[in-house]
C-alpha cells in the first residue's frame, strides 16, 4: 500500500503558461518521499545523526498531464526494491484518480563522508510496510 502525501499547488511553481513548472514536480516527488521518511521516524536529521546521509542516484520523471494553480494533488510512494546500498522508488502524482505525473528514482545510502554505505537494517524494516 503506497504512502499517500497530498499538496496544493501555489502561483509561485507556475510557469509562464500557468501551468505547474516540471521543475516544481520533482520538489513534490521530493516533499512526499521525505514525508514518509517522517512518518516512519526515520526522518533526514535522525538519519544524520547516524552518519547516514541518502542521495539521489538516478531520477526519471514522465509528465503526461499539466496541473494548475490551486489544484490539490496527492503523491503516491512506495519503495520498489532495497537493495545493499540503494532503494528504488516509484511515485506517481495525481490531482483525484487522474495521474498527472510518474517518477522513479534511486537513492543510494552514504556516509556523511560520501562514502556508499549498507541501508540500515531499520530502515529497511520501516519501508518495507511501502514496499511495492
Known amino acids: 500500500m503506497p504512502f499517500v502525501t497530498s499538496l496544493r499547488v501555489r502561483f509561485y511553481e507556475l510557469d509562464p503558461y500557468d501551468h505547474v513548472n516540471h521543475a516544481a514536480y520533482v520538489q513534490y516527488f521530493e516533499v512526499a518521499r521525505i514525508e514518509l521518511l517522517e512518518s516512519v521516524g526515520m526522518g533526514l536529521t535522525e538519519l544524520k545523526a547516524q552518519g547516514i546521509h ?3 542516484t538516478e531520477l526519471h520523471t514522465r ?3 499539466s496541473a494548475g ?3 490539490v494533488l496527492s503523491i503516491d510512494t512506495e519503495v520498489a526494491e532495497i537493495r545493499r546500498v540503494s532503494t528504488r522508488w516509484r511515485q506517481r502524482l495525481r490531482r483525484e484518480s487522474e495521474v498527472l505525473a510518474e517518477q522513479e528514482i534511486v537513492v543510494a545510502a552514504t556516509t556523511t563522508a ?3 554505505t549498507r541501508v540500515p537494517e531499520m530502515l529497511i524494516e520501516a519501508l518495507s510496510r511501502y514496499a511495492g
Open 114 to 116: 560520501g562514502r556508499p
Open 54 to 56: 541518502l542521495v539521489v
Open 69 to 71: 494553480s490551486g489544484d
Open 63 to 65: 509528465f503526461l498531464r
